[in-house]
């Protein structure tokens, strides 16, 4: 009976990290309400993920098949946070396990080696944990092996991805004390490679100056707004109005139902990274609990 509780408690994700991150604030001898509050809202954050999963989902199904009857094709969405959502639901257990030890590897890495970079952009390390959770699995790894060999080649990744750009950084900033912390830095040491051969290093992306009235477009959940909007009112009128109304919207016309699913798949990316900050506040300051 007990051991059936204690594999319940790892297979549920919320309840997992929940506890990581009581145990992180506990060894940095934090009172007894932080451990609360930092445990509940990491679980409620985990939670609050999931149902953003599942308003995307809503708005992705009618999507896919309006795509299907207008092209005749199948389609995908690429978008992190609607796909590590999706992910965590399955994966959730080994994500955030393999990012609790892909943490310990990388402060290992920079503090016997050469390669100072501690990590700390939260989100892309949970993403990046999802993916390598998702292709191990289904690459046949299992159990501890799955976690270790996951959090290893996390750990890895999170310290050489700062160290490709530092040069780079170093010329942007002038010093030598902070990092970029992303995965995409092998494509921004390659633009850096071409931009040394062809740009010219008395002009910069700061001096070009773009119109007031566009600045609302910075705003992610506008601009996800906007640009899902237009993708399923274009894949709306190539599918017809009669389909959509026959199949789909329950007889609201056609432009109508795709610009309000545009909406939906907006709201569930906004709902999906309130939960990852919230994930992310109190997780963080615990892993460091744990590691430091």
Excluded at 51 to 63: C, D, H, Q, R, Y
């Amino acid at each position: 009976m007990i051991l059936d509780f204690l594999i319940d408690i790892a297979k549920t994700p919320a309840i997992l990290v929940a506890l990581i991150a009581i145990l992180g604030l506990a060894l940095q001898k934090k009172p007894l309400a932080d451990l609360i509050k930092g445990g509940l809202k990491t679980f409620v954050g985990f939670i609050v993920v999931g149902g953003g999963a599942n308003i995307i989902v809503s708005s992705l199904e009618p999507f896919g098949q309006m795509f299907e009857q207008a092209f005749n094709l199948k389609g995908v969405v690429p978008n992190n946070e609607a796909i590590v959502a999706l992910a965590l639901d399955k994966y959730g257990t080994a994500t955030s396990l393999i990012m609790l030890f892909g943490m310990v590897f990388n402060i290992a890495i920079a503090r016997f080696t050469r390669f100072k970079y501690i990590f700390l952009t939260g989100h892309h390390t949970l993403y990046m944990a999802c993916m390598i959770a998702v292709i191990m699995s289904v690459a046949g790894f299992t159990s501890v092996g799955l976690i270790v060999m996951g959090g290893l080649a996390l750990g890895i990744i999170m310290t050489l991805a700062p160290a490709f750009v530092q040069k780079y950084m170093v010329q942007l900033t002038g010093n030598n004390q902070v990092a970029l912390g992303h995965f995409s830095s092998l494509g921004y040491w390659l633009s850096g490679v071409i931009g040394g051969w062809v740009g010219d290093s008395s002009k910069s992306t700061e001096d070009i100056h773009f119109p007031k009235g566009l600045s609302f477009l910075r705003d992610s959940t506008v601009s996800i707004a906007i640009s899902m909007s237009l993708i399923y009112m274009i894949v709306a009128l190539f599918a017809g109005g009669d389909y959509i109304r026959e199949n789909l919207s329950g007889g609201t016309n056609s432009l109508i139902y795709a610009l309000t699913l545009g909406g939906t798949f907006a709201a569930g990316v906004f709902v999906i990274l309130a939960g990852v900050r919230l994930i992310l506040a109190e997780i963080v300051p615990a892993f460091k609990g744990i590691v430091i």
